[in-house]
């Protein structure tokens, strides 16, 4: 009943339904806690009562135990510094260039149509196949990781810049035009702003897949980093360590995905309802 | 009196279909001049030429005497959709036009703010698009016109999708604006008794080809008051540009629900 009433609330204006909004999101965020706290309780009973066979299955109590004690032998934190590291050079490379290309795409037909079936090619790929070849030529150093990560974050990136450029509204350029704006003014005072959602969403998706991007080239070869913590637990059925590489990873994807959504808000405060 | 706008033989083709055909038109400085007709006469075509946002095939526009092809600040263009830009706010918004000139300067803010009070917009200036009604959002679109202070306002059906209340009232904020500074105004619309109740002069067009059927003045007394709407003297005249363009709409109409 409660939720029903509250429906056409969320369509009025943000100010005056404001508080309401608030006491919804926090019935929301309840129910996710409990959500989350059930599955934990769920999960360690299972682990230790159903499957009970610490070589299958940690508990959540064992792989926070296990996540404390690597972080205080110091060896998490150079995992973490590591992947971090390739993850943080391949994203923005990623970032910059993919942005780049998008513009070029958006602004010239030849540029679109030289990139395009190359774009189109590798984002359907499973470039992250590529990594032990990668490997092979760069070495298990950190550079075939940036390298994978480029692979994997550039497309998405690509090609949200240049879909939101071109589908920029003709209106609004129309109404520029009008004014008698030159085409660098219509890209600066329209076509950009009207695109950095499309972008910043192509960012928001790089994230995810640079992230799988470490982890799976670090399993394929690497000397630190989070794949290779979980590889090496695996190895050694240390079924705690393989989980907090997991644990970590999870609570990095979500600490910047949630980073970003902040970002968003205060960058394009206009795609909000 | 020097005309401030003259169109002469103006014709314009979108290929095989000929929008306009040898349009001639004199407009007075402060003249309010209203363009009615069918959809698909040309009118809205023909108010894009004279902003420079279409080229005519033949013929030419001068403003002042001088020929004028390209759009400038001579020329201010209120749109039918607002076409505010989502992430300005109302400010920001009116003060594109200036900003686009290169004349963003404290003097021009300072204006702005007093055109935003004018179209009775004062404390909204920092309210964003999506938090404005239909009518408040046009009247943004109208002070973003204003605020290059044009000699000219092409008002290409402003009001036609706002509700019929705020549609008059609208109208009378026009008048009462316009009254203030007396630009030259071209206003298309499909509604006669919007076309009668601003205009000193309602040009009637015909379709197929788009052209100038009759140039009717409106002589009715100034200011005008919404009352003035009930009169004879006013019922006369809708009724008269009605009879003009009746057998257009109807067949217009029978062809777009063919």
Partial sequence: MTATMREPERAAPPRTAGRDFLASLRQNHLAGLLSIAVGLALWEVLSRFVVANPLFLAAPSQIVGAVLSLGESGELWRHIGISGLEFVIGYVIAAVLGIALGLAMASSTVAKQVCQPWISGLYATPTIALAPLFILWFGIGIWSKVLVVIFLVLFPVTINTEAGLRTTSPRLIEMLRSFGATPSQIFLKVSLPSATPFILAGLKLGIGRGLIAVVVAELFGSRAGLGRLISQSADAFNMPELFAGVVVLAVAGIAMTAGFGWVERRLVPWTRD | ?258
């Fill in chain 2, 1 to 258: 009196m020097t005309a401030k706008l003259a169109v002469s033989v103006l014709s314009k083709r979108f290929d095989a279909l000929e929008a306009l055909r040898a349009i001639n038109l004199s407009v007075a400085p402060g003249e309010f001049i209203a363009l009615v007709g069918p959809s698909g006469c040309g009118k809205t075509t023909f108010l894009r030429i004279v902003a420079g946002l279409e080229p005519a095939t033949s013929g030419e526009v001068r403003i002042d005497g001088k020929p004028v092809t390209k759009a400038g600040g001579d020329r201010g263009f209120v749109f039918q959709n607002d076409n505010l830009l989502p992430w300005r706010t109302v400010l920001a918004n009116a003060m594109i036009g200036p900003e686009v000139a290169g004349r963003a300067d404290a003097a021009t803010r300072r204006r702005t703010l007093e055109l935003l009070k004018l179209v009775g917009l004062e404390g909204f200036e920092h309210y964003h698009p999506r938090q404005l009604s239909g009518g408040m959002r046009q009247r943004v679109n109208l002070a973003r016109a204003l605020a290059i202070d044009p000699d000219i306002l092409l008002m290409d059906e402003p009001f036609s999708a706002l509700d019929a209340q705020t549609r008059e009232i609208m109208q009378t904020e026009l008048l009462r604006i316009w009254e203030q500074g007396r630009k030259t105004v071209l206003f298309v619309t499909h509604q006669i008794d919007e076309a009668v109740f601003l205009s000193d002069r309602v040009l009637v067009f015909a379709r197929r080809p788009g052209r100038l059927q009759e140039s009717v003045d409106v002589a009715l007394p100034r200011p005008r008051t919404l009352t003035i709407k009930r009169t004879p003297d006013f019922v006369r005249y809708v009724d008269h540009i009605w009879r003009l363009i009746e057998d257009d709409v109807r067949a217009s109409v029978i062809e777009e629900h063919a």
